[in-house]
């Protein structure tokens, strides 16, 4: 079997600094990433930092929103919309609050504000007046701000620093924001955002819908395309781990199996059907495995994993994470021999993909949609193939592993180049 090249870390380089070449205001050395919160968009920002060299050098701002009761509901709104109406709510539930004090009953509690029930407190609130000053005022000092920003709910946030600081900022958005895209610097999505202009999508569209769905037009210039997410997964990260997780994974027997387990989507529906299939599937290949380990994800219902853990849970060979710190995820990466991830987490598939290891997919045939296009492309390229069961687990295959995050990251380093722009040496 041919080895696997894996894509390396960005390298620092000898020689001048590029500031006493370049001069002070065209290299960047810093960098802000807008997150929404969930890790899935999180992590592509942090991944994408990471590649240009500038991990040790960024700041995370959230974008945050109301949470409890009703405001599960407003999600739809936009954030700064959801945000206002939030405090019309709040300012009649206090005053309902006191007339209900006046009458001597019993005050009613009601959810915190902006995430401030689930640990948010510490990370910076995204705040454009403040991000757009300091790209200003110390433009001079310390140069051009690189701006990553991921999710719907970053998107006016992003746009706006950049109306409002063109010449200080580079702004990245990454996944397709359903707007102009020229509101931005340099967009990062996967070309599975564009199946609504495929053959296939537009079939699926009612012609007088159409002009509706977005996006509405082919990726130009400045719209890098990949066949996955961006993650944190390198050649280095994989070697960390393999290293921290030694003492834990080496002495298992071979194969090592790694089962992740998501949770249903809008494009990718399951539930209790799909986790009795994996166990069963799971049962029949569990003779041509040496050990197996299953970790689930915060989205996956109960009802699924109590199946898997009633199923497999006593099974001397299958080992079934607990949710509790530390996190083996990246163990997981750096020691599996063969992954098998469902078909809704664009994100675990990535990563297991960056590896070059093989790589099953359970319930693809449930996605719609876009997924059915991501499905496509990663088994045309002979990255994954479905699980169904029948396979012997000590058998190997290879591919060229997936290497969208350096790919991506050499596009900005060439868009910055076209504006005179370069990252630190």
């Not at 942090?46 to 701002?61: E, F, P, Q, T």
């Not at 990245?172 to 895209?181: A, D, F, N, S």
């Not at 166990?279 to 029949?284: C, D, E, G, M």
């Not at 390229?381 to 060229?400: A, C, I, K, L």
Request: net charge positive.
């Amino acid at each position: 079997m041919r080895p696997i090249r894996l894509p390396e870390p960005p390298t620092q380089t000898m020689g001048v600094p590029e500031i006493f070449a370049a001069g002070a205001y065209s290299v960047i050395r810093r960098a802000v990433v807008i997150g929404n919160g969930y890790p899935g968009s999180e992590n592509q920002c942090v991944g994408l930092v990471r590649a240009l060299g500038l991990s040790d050098k960024h700041v995370l701002y959230r974008v945050t929103r109301p949470r409890g009761g009703i405001n599960e509901w407003l999600h739809w709104l936009p954030v700064s919309v959801h945000k206002k109406l939030e405090y019309v709510i709040r300012q009649i539930c206090g005053y309902s609050r006191l007339l209900s004090a006046a009458r001597g009953e019993k005050p009613v509690r009601h959810p915190l504000e902006n995430g401030g029930n689930v640990g948010l407190s510490s990370v910076l609130e995204a705040d454009v007046r403040q991000i757009v000053t300091m790209a200003r005022e110390t433009y001079e000092k310390d140069g051009p701000l690189l701006v990553v920003a991921s999710g719907r709910d970053t998107i006016s946030i992003a746009s706006s620093i950049k109306r409002l600081a063109s010449d200080n900022v580079f702004v990245v958005q990454i996944q397709h924001p359903r707007v102009h895209l020229n509101r931005f610097d340099l967009v990062i999505t996967p070309r599975h955002d564009y199946y609504p202009l495929t053959p296939e999508g537009q079939e699926k569209i009612p012609q007088f819908l159409r002009r509706w769905i977005t996006p509405c037009e082919p990726p130009d210039g400045h719209v890098v395309l990949t066949t996955g997410a961006l993650h944190q997964i390198d050649s280095a990260a994989l070697r960390s781990a393999a290293s921290a997780w030694h003492e834990e994974f080496a002495p298992l027997p071979k194969p090592l199996v790694v089962v992740n387990v998501g949770g249903p989507t809008g494009c990718c529906r399951y539930g209790s059907d799909l986790a009795k299939q994996l166990t069963a599937h799971l049962l029949n290949v569990l003779v041509s495995c040496g050990s197996i380990r299953i970790s689930f994800s915060m989205r996956t219902p109960e009802k699924v994993s109590k199946i898997i853990i009633k199923e497999l849970g006593n099974n001397p060979k299958v080992h079934i994470w607990d949710g509790e710190e530390p996190n083996p995820h990246l163990g997981h990466l750096a020691w599996a021999d063969a992954f098998v991830v469902t078909a809704d987490s664009i994100s675990l598939i990535s990563e297991a993909c960056s590896t070059g290891k093989p790589v099953y997919v359970m319930g693809a045939e449930r996605c719609t949609w876009k997924f059915t296009d991501f499905h496509k492309s990663l088994r045309e390229r002979g990255v994954v193939r479905p699980f169904t069961g029948s396979e012997d687990m000590s058998d190997s295959w290879s591919y060229p592993p997936l290497n969208d995050t350096a790919e991506a990251a050499s596009r900005v380093h060439e868009a910055l180049a076209e504006r005179g722009w370069k990252l630190r040496p």
